[in-house]
T-cell receptor, first 115, second 115 residues
């Protein structure tokens, strides 16, 4: 069966420090990968998605970036964190070629607090 | 642009009572609809989805939802809730014309089940 791992679970970082969140998927090949941010009372905001190695689509311009160095690895980064980057970050995957009807499968998230 | 409105931010209900969580979406074209559940400090899990066919969709944990095209609604229901149903519920819409990469989520409804 497919599993998705996301780490760390919680992170406290000072303003201006770098960020690296990692997500890996097991049990499936060539998945579509996503990074979402969840703010309280505001639902989920799509940040990035990827349909293949090295292919990244950005949905929201900001100081975050994403990379996909391997088929089942997705990394969210920042060179300098802002206070507004605080939130709950969720990685997700969906089946490649599944189309719009293919559901998202989420990791357990990383709660980032920027101080 | 697509949008999803969850009409109630919080719904308190007593155990064994019925519950309805309301969701409306804005679209004049065919879309795919989803309900996800999120337990504290976890990612989201798929409850059910509507792609086509019967407008009444049954999901996991005894939940069901009814698609109403004329009212652009997709309300979630359960005839008898349990304490363990306490969680946040998200309605989501995906447009087949965008390849399914840009699922739009509502702001969520927090369900509190009281003993």
């Amino acid at each position: 069966s497919q599993t998705i791992h996301q780490w760390p679970a919680t992170l406290v970082q000072p303003v201006g420090s770098p960020l690296s969140l990692e997500c890996t998927v097991e049990g499936t090949s060539n998945p579509n990968l996503y990074w979402y941010r969840q703010a309280a009372g505001r639902g989920l905001q799509l940040l990035f998605y990827s349909v293949g190695i090295g292919q990244i689509s950005s949905e929201v311009p900001q100081n975050l970036s994403a990379s996909r160095p391997q088929d089942r690895q997705f990394i969210l980064s920042s060179k300098k964190l802002l206070l507004s980057d605080s939130g709950f970050y969720l990685c997700a995957w969906s089946a490649n070629g599944g189309g719009a009807g293919s559901p998202l499968h989420f990791g357990n998230g990383t709660r980032l607090t920027v101080t | 642009a697509q949008s999803v409105t969850q009409l109630d931010s919080q719904v308190p209900v007593f155990e064994e009572a019925p519950v309805e969580l309301r969701c409306n979406y804005s679209s004049s074209v065919s879309v795919y609809l989803f309900w996800y559940v999120q337990y504290p400090n976890q990612g989201l899990q798929l409850l059910l989805k509507y792609l086509s066919g019967s407008t009444l969709v049954k999901g996991i944990n005894g939940f069901e939802a009814e698609f109403n095209k004329s009212q652009t609604s997709f309300h979630l229901r359960k005839p008898s809730v349990h304490i363990s149903d306490t969680a946040e519920y998200f309605c989501a819409v995906s447009d087949p014309n965008t390849g399914g990469f840009k699922t739009i989520f509502g702001a969520g409804t927090r369900l509190f089940v009281k003993a």
